[in-house]
């Protein structure tokens, strides 16, 4: 089973509502594991209290920035899978196009259509 990211802290940045998810996007993020987040979306179907899938950029340690600075990561209960690593990732516009496009096909949502609320 994947290890879910272990947030402590960490300030909303964008919501958007997809289909029957709730999706939040976090920065200035503070973590209780080893990686070190940039941003976080957090997939939450309706009526649940945990996510069922998370997107993440985490910036990389300097040792393991051959091919970038920051890599994608997708977590869900199956899986903990790199996508990519690259620096255009650390753009927050970036990361929430790709982000709600992982989440589209990872969740079956290619019928609807991301709308952000606040």
Same mark, same amino acid.
């Given at each position: 089973?994947?290890?879910? #990211?272990?947030?402590?802290?960490?300030? #909303? @940045?964008q919501?958007? @509502?997809y *289909?029957?998810?709730?999706?939040?996007?976090?920065?200035?993020?503070?973590? *209780?594991?080893?990686?070190?987040?940039?941003?976080?979306?957090?997939?939450?179907?309706?009526?649940?209290?945990? #996510?069922?899938?998370f997107?993440?950029?985490?910036?990389?340690?300097?040792?393991?920035? !051959? @091919?970038?600075?920051?890599?994608?990561?997708?977590? $869900?209960?199956?899986?903990? !899978?790199?996508?990519?690593?690259?620096?255009?990732?650390? $753009?927050?516009?970036?990361?929430?196009?790709?982000?709600?496009?992982?989440?589209?096909?990872?969740?079956?949502?290619? =019928?609807? =259509? #991301?709308?952000?609320? =606040?």
């Amino acid at each position: 089973m994947a290890a879910f #990211p272990k947030i402590l802290t960490a300030i #909303p @940045q964008q919501r958007y @509502q997809y *289909g029957d998810y709730g999706v939040t996007v976090l920065g200035d993020i503070e973590s *209780g594991d080893e990686r070190v987040y940039r941003y976080v979306a957090a997939f939450v179907r309706e009526g649940d209290s945990q #996510p069922q899938l998370f997107v993440v950029v985490e910036t990389l340690p300097p040792s393991q920035r !051959e @091919q970038g600075s920051h890599a994608l990561r997708v977590i $869900n209960a199956a899986m903990d !899978e790199v996508l990519d690593v690259d620096a255009r990732w650390a $753009n927050m516009s970036n990361f929430v196009d790709q982000a709600l496009q992982t989440g589209s096909q990872m969740l079956g949502l290619e =019928q609807e =259509q #991301p709308y952000q609320v =606040q």
